[in-house]
């Protein structure tokens, strides 16, 4: 295990700890790789992250976007991973219960105030990966 991996897995469950809609929605996600600014995750979708049509609730996307987004930030070395200051998620396919989902993080530049983070969740089909939401996100983090 990568100490990236190791440091993000680490913030994950003390965040996890803490936040009851994570908790909710991400309980069974499986953080499988992180290196620096890079962190890729899976998880099976269940009835919780759906909305009343059967398919992936557009707010879940926009939770992993926030979610994932930190992590990534995490794997730069950074404990705390930062507050919100802008998040926008581009709604491109959906999923429904029982799809396997691949969630990809970036941070694209993590500065002295501000961090850069992009997030694509993809859906595993039978030809590849079909590309569901992607976000960016901005995180206003202090410097140690």
């Known amino acids: ?27 069974e996600v499986d953080i499988y790789e992180a290196e620096p600014g890079v962190v890729r995750a899976r998880l099976l979708v269940t009835p919780r992250q759906l909305n009343s049509k059967g398919t992936l609730h557009g707010s879940f996307s926009a939770t992993v976007t926030d979610w994932a987004g930190g992590l990534a930030i995490a794997s730069c070395g950074h404990e705390a991973t930062g507050v919100s200051t802008d998040i926008h998620v581009n709604y491109l396919s959906t999923a429904t219960a029982g799809d396997q989902l691949e969630i990809e993080s ?39």
Request: no cysteine; glycine share 4%.
């Open 1 to 27: 295990m990568t100490a990236e991996l190791q440091q993000v897995q680490r913030v994950w469950e003390r965040i996890r700890a803490n936040s009851p809609i994570y908790e909710f929605l991400l309980s």
């Open 106 to 144: 970036r941070a694209n530049k993590v500065g002295k105030s501000l961090a850069f983070t992009t997030v694509t969740i993809s859906k595993k089909t039978d030809s590849g990966l079909t590309i569901v939401a992607q976000g960016s996100h901005t995180k206003y983090v202090r410097t140690r």
